[in-house]
């Protein structure tokens, strides 16, 4: 499998712990848009979302998913997002890539 298979794959796989009836936090990059395809599955067994980017609320939002804002919600049922690198001590890092940059 090609890395962007995999990361497919994780994004898909996430969903079996997507809870109906929660809010879904949802981050940014590569694995968190194949994610966001995969809960377009699930847009009517959902609340909603909240996003860490503007390029994931729109594409939240393109597949009929409400985007909250963050200080709307008390709780997240589940916040899914991907790493940059992973050690073999299990520490990540996350934001190594262009998500953050203007």
Not at 66 to 84: K, P, Q, R, T
């Amino acid at each position: 499998m090609t890395q962007d298979e995999l990361k497919k794959a994780v994004g898909w796989a996430a969903l079996q712990y997507v809870q109906p009836g929660t809010i879904v936090g949802v981050g940014t990059g590569s694995t968190a848009a194949h994610f966001i395809d995969a809960l377009g599955t699930m847009k009517g067994q959902i609340e909603g979302a909240v996003s860490s980017s503007d390029a994931s609320t729109e594409k939240l939002k393109s597949l009929g998913i409400h985007v909250f804002d963050l200080n709307e919600v008390d709780s997240l049922g589940i916040y899914v997002d991907g790493a940059d690198e992973i050690n073999g001590h299990m520490q990540m890092i996350k934001g190594g890539g262009a998500g953050a940059d203007p």
